[in-house]
């Protein structure tokens, strides 16, 4: 089995973060009609499968980044954390490129080339 590459996991990470906040925002509003205002759960209904497959994509995803780019171990917990509060994906995951967690070196690519070749 082949893996992806480390930039194109970063790639998928960083829309996972975005998609995720998105799927937040839509069950708050889902949560909003169904407890507030009382209208309908179907908001709930629909928005709450999508965000908890987006939940656990990021989870897989920040889980696979901190393998491939050697995380220190708080950054992939933070990374964790960030998926538990409503849009701090989109904050974990500016702040992770700023600093360099989001870039794909040439080493964390070698080492996911020798790792799929440990694999093969």
């Known amino acids: 089995m082949k893996l992806p590459s480390t930039s194109a996991v ?4 960083k829309i996972l973060a975005v998609a995720e906040a998105f799927s937040w925002a ?3 509003i889902g949560m909003f ?7 309908t759960e179907l908001g709930v ?3 709450g499968p ?3 497959a987006l939940f656990i994509a990021y989870g897989v995803a920040a889980l696979v980044l901190w393998r491939l780019q050697r995380w220190q171990f708080l950054v992939a917990l933070f990374a964790g954390l960030s998926a538990v509060l409503p849009f701090a994906t989109l904050v974990f995951e500016r702040w ?4 360099g967690y989001l870039t ?3 080493e964390t ?3 996911a080339d020798e790792l799929q070749e440990a694999r093969a």
């Open 10 to 13: 970063i790639r998928i990470f």
């Open 26 to 28: 839509a069950l708050l």
């Open 33 to 39: 009609l169904k407890w507030v205002l009382r209208i």
């Open 45 to 47: 209904e629909i928005a």
């Open 50 to 52: 999508i965000h908890g």
């Open 96 to 99: 992770a490129a700023g600093r």
């Open 104 to 106: 794909a070196s040439a």
């Open 109 to 111: 690519s070698q080492a």
